[in-house]
């Protein structure tokens, strides 16, 4: 079983900043890709952006420019989070995709972590 652990959320400012962080343990033996998504209250989950094992990161267009995310090591990840405005509150979710040590496949979510730009 391979367990997200998030941290990194609050209330900030409109224009303030905010780094989330994202941790994988468990049954893992590789990592294809490590990412974020978010769910703005009364919306559907958007994806935010992801970083692959090669190390390629993309962003959804809303982020672009503002939102930095990095690897730490192998199995975890942050993202830094700038310029924020109230419409980027939400609840940010973490999620990996690779495979056990077994060789499957797996996916998994982290329990998500509350982000609230208001003044």
């Known amino acids: 079983q391979v367990r997200l652990a998030e941290s990194g959320g609050g209330l900030v400012q409109p224009g303030g900043s905010l780094r989330l962080s994202c941790a994988a343990s468990g049954n893992i033996f590789s990592i294809d890709a490590m990412g974020w998504s978010r769910q703005p209250p009364g919306k559907q989950r958007e994806w935010v952006a992801t970083i692959s094992s090669g190390g390629r990161i993309t962003y959804a267009d809303s982020v672009k420019g503002r939102f930095m995310l990095s690897r730490d090591n192998a199995k975890k990840v942050s993202l830094q989070m700038n310029s924020l405005t109230p419409e980027d509150t939400a609840v940010y979710y973490c999620?990996?995709?690779?495979?056990?040590?077994?060789?499957?496949?797996?996916?998994?979510w982290g329990q998500g972590t509350q982000v609230t730009v208001s003044s």
């Open positions: 999620q990996t995709v690779g495979r056990n040590e077994l060789g499957s496949q797996f996916e998994a």
